[in-house]
C-alpha cells in the first residue's frame, strides 16, 4: 500500500503537537540524575523545576515553551516505499492545518528576514531535510522545531587540516559565547568535516541523538567524554545561573572531507525538542520518541 | 522544595529590590508587565523621548521579556493563555535607557543582561529575575488576571501586556541592585578556567591515545 499525501499530512502535523508537548525520555531521566548529582544549590532547584514544568505539560497536555519555534523535519523515505500524491506539500498543509486547529493556538514565530515580519507561514517553511533509507518499508520523520535556545548559538568555521585540540577549543569558544543564553542544560551536537552545507547538517543530526548514546568511532566516543566534562567545568549551570550542569550531552559526528575540514556546534536548549516516528504504508504511524 | 521560598510584592519597593542578593530564588505577587517583542521596546523608548502616548504608566515598575499568547473574549476582555521568558540579551543596548528613564526596580527574563544594564541597575535600585525557560506551564498558572493588553496592533508575544500573578515562580535573582550580575561573574570565571579546561582536555587526550601531549 502506498504512502499517501494525507497520511504524511497527519503524521507531520501530529509530530510537531507531541513535540511541544512532551520532554523526550532520556532528556527527563538525564534531568534527574543530574539533579542528583549538582552540587549547587540553585541548580538542584532550578533542575527541579524544569522537570515540574515538564511532567505538567506532559500530563495536563500543555506546551513545554511558548515558543513553538519553526517547523522543522528530518525526513528518510524507505526504498521499498510506493508514495502517492505530493508528498512535499503535505508537509506545509499538515503545518497548515496544526495552526489552524491546534489548541491552545501557536504564537507566530515564522520569521521574514527581511522585514522581520512574524507569521505562521513563509518562503520555504517549513524546513525539510530529505534523506533515503535503503531496504526500508517506512518513511522515518523526526520533528525538531527550531527556537532561540535550538537555534540562536550554532556557528561553524572552516580549518585547514585541523588537529583534535583544535577543533575542541573551537567548541569550547562556541559554548562560552552561548555562555547562560541558551536554556542550558543543553544538548550539544558537533559535526566535523564533509563540505560547509553538510557540516552543519551533521551538528544538527547530533543534537537528535539520544543522550546515553555514544558515536561508534572510538576517536570521537573518547571527545565526547571528554568535552562533556569541558563544558561542565565551565559552570554556566542550568538557566545559566550556575552550576555543574550546563550540557546534558555532547554529541560528535563526522564525514569525510578534503582537509579544509568546517567543524559545525549546535545546541538544544534543556527541553531538547524533538519527536520520531515511523509511516507505514497501511497508515501505521508507529512513535519511536 | 515549596518550603520557605520569599514572597515579594510587585510592583517592588525600594528596599525588597536592595533587600535582593544574586542567587536568592524569590516568588512574586502582584502586578507585572510583560512584552518579547523588540518593536515593543522601540515603542518604549518613543514615549520615554514623549513621541508616543504612554498606554500605561511603567514607572517604578517590573517590566519583564516574557512572551505570552493573548486573545480577545466574547466579553470585550483580554485572556492570556499562556506565557514564557524569552533572551533578554538582545535588548540590552535598549535596557539601561528605560531602566533609568522609567527607574523600574525589576526587570527580567532568561539569559540575563550586560555590564552596561548592570550599571544602570546600580544606579536605579533595579534587580534581574531569571525566569525559567521552558517553564510555559508553571508560570502560566500564577496568572490571576489580565489587567491590560496594549498595542494590539503587534503579534501577540510583542504586545505590552499587564498582568496580576500570585506566586509567579520561583525566579532567581540574576543580578542584583549593588553591581553583582551572576551572568558577568559565570562568563569571566568560565573564561578565567579555560587555560585549565584546555589542559585538562589535552592530558585527556593523551591519555585516550589520541594525541601527543601538548
Redesign the interface.
Known amino acids: 500500500m502506498p504512502i499517501t499525501y494525507d497520511m504524511m499530512k497527519r503524521a507531520t502535523a501530529q509530530l510537531y503537537e507531541w513535540s511541544l508537548r512532551k520532554?523526550p525520555d532520556d532528556t527527563l531521566e538525564a534531568l534527574r540524575r543530574a539533579r542528583e548529582t549538582e552540587t549547587n544549590e540553585?541548580a538542584r532547584?532550578?533542575l527541579?523545576?524544569?522537570l515540574?514544568?515538564?511532567e505538567?505539560?506532559e500530563t495536563?497536555d500543555?506546551?513545554?515553551?511558548?515558543?513553538s519555534g519553526v517547523p522543522n523535519f528530518v525526513i528518510g523515505i524507505g526504498t521499498g516505499v510506493r508514495l502517492e500524491g505530493d508528498i512535499k506539500r503535505a508537509v506545509s498543509d499538515g503545518f497548515d492545518e496544526l495552526v489552524a486547529t491546534t489548541n491552545?493556538?501557536l504564537?507566530?514565530h515564522v520569521t521574514n528576514p527581511l522585514t522581520n515580519e512574524?507569521s505562521y507561514r513563509g518562503k520555504e517553511m517549513p524546513l525539510v531535510t530529505w534523506d533515503l533509507i535503503d531496504g526500508a518499508e517506512h518513511v522515518d520523520i523526526t520533528c525538531q522545531p527550531k527556537a532561540?535556545?535550538s537555534g540562536?548559538w550554532a556557528a561553524m568555521e572552516i580549518f585547514t587540516f585541523p588537529?583534535?585540540?583544535q577543533i575542541?577549543?573551537y567548541v569550547?569558544d562556541c559554548v562560552?559565547k552561548a555562555?547562560?543564553?541558551?536554556?542550558p542544560p543543553v544538548n550539544i551536537g558537533v559535526g566535523i568535516g564533509g563540505t560547509f552545507d553538510y557540516c552543519a547538517k551533521l551538528a544538527a543530526r547530533a543534537t537528535l541523538r539520544p543522550y546515553g548514546t555514544t558515536n561508534p568511532e572510538p576517536?570521537l566516543a573518547?571527545?565526547e567524554e571528554?568535552?562533556l566534562?569541558?563544558v561542565n567545568?565551565?559552570?554556566?549551570?542550568p538557566?545559566?545561573?550556575?552550576g555543574d550542569t550546563t550540557a546534558l550531552g555532547v554529541h560528535v559526528e563526522y564525514a569525510a572531507g578534503h582537509g579544509f575540514t568546517p567543524v559545525a556546534v549546535a545546541f538544544n536548549?534543556?527541553?531538547n525538542r524533538r519527536t520520531r516516528a515511523r509511516l507505514y504504508g497501511d497508515g501505521r504511524l508507529e512513535r519511536v520518541e | 522544595m515549596e518550603e520557605e521560598i520569599r514572597r515579594l510584592r510587585m510592583p517592588l519597593s525600594a528596599e525588597d529590590a536592595l533587600s535582593l542578593r544574586a542567587g536568592d530564588m524569590v516568588l512574586l505577587d502582584g502586578e507585572i508587565t510583560i512584552t518579547a517583542g523588540l518593536p515593543t521596546h522601540h515603542r518604549i523608548i518613543e514615549v520615554a523621548e514623549g513621541r508616543r502616548e504612554a498606554p500605561r504608566d511603567l514607572h517604578g515598575g517590573g517590566l519583564f521579556h516574557l512572551g505570552s499568547y493573548s486573545r480577545e473574549t466574547a466579553e470585550g476582555g483580554f485572556e492570556v493563555l499562556y506565557m514564557n521568558p524569552t533572551t533578554s540579551t538582545r535588548f540590552n543596548g535598549l535596557m539601561p535607557g528605560l531602566i533609568r528613564h522609567f527607574g523600574l526596580r525589576a526587570v527580567g527574563g532568561k539569559g540575563g543582561l550586560d555590564a552596561g544594564c548592570v550599571e544602570a541597575m546600580r544606579e536605579v535600585g533595579c534587580v534581574y529575575l531569571s525566569f525559567v525557560g521552558g517553564g510555559a506551564p508553571l508560570l502560566s498558572d500564577a496568572i490571576r488576571a489580565v489587567v491590560s493588553v496594549d498595542w494590539n496592533d503587534l503579534v501577540s508575544h510583542y504586545r505590552l501586556v499587564t498582568l496580576r500573578v500570585e506566586a509567579l515562580g520561583p525566579v532567581t535573582v540574576g543580578i542584583d541592585a549593588h553591581g553583582n550580575s551572576l551572568y558577568g561573574s559565570l562568563s569571566e570565571t568560565a573564561a578565567a578556567r579555560m587555560p585549565r579546561i584546555m589542559d585538562d582536555l589535552a592530558r585527556a587526550r593523551a591519555q585516550d591515545g589520541a594525541e601527543e601531549v601538548t
Open positions: 520532554v540553585v532547584r532550578t527541579g523545576i524544569l515540574r514544568s515538564a505538567m505539560a495536563q500543555r506546551l513545554v515553551c511558548s515558543d491552545p493556538p504564537l507566530k512574524r532561540l535556545g540562536r588537529t583534535l585540540e575542541e577549543r569550547m562560552l555562555g547562560s543564553q541558551h536554556c576517536i573518547a571527545m571528554r568535552l566534562k569541558a567545568a565551565t559552570g554556566f549551570g538557566m545559566g545561573t550556575g536548549c534543556w527541553i
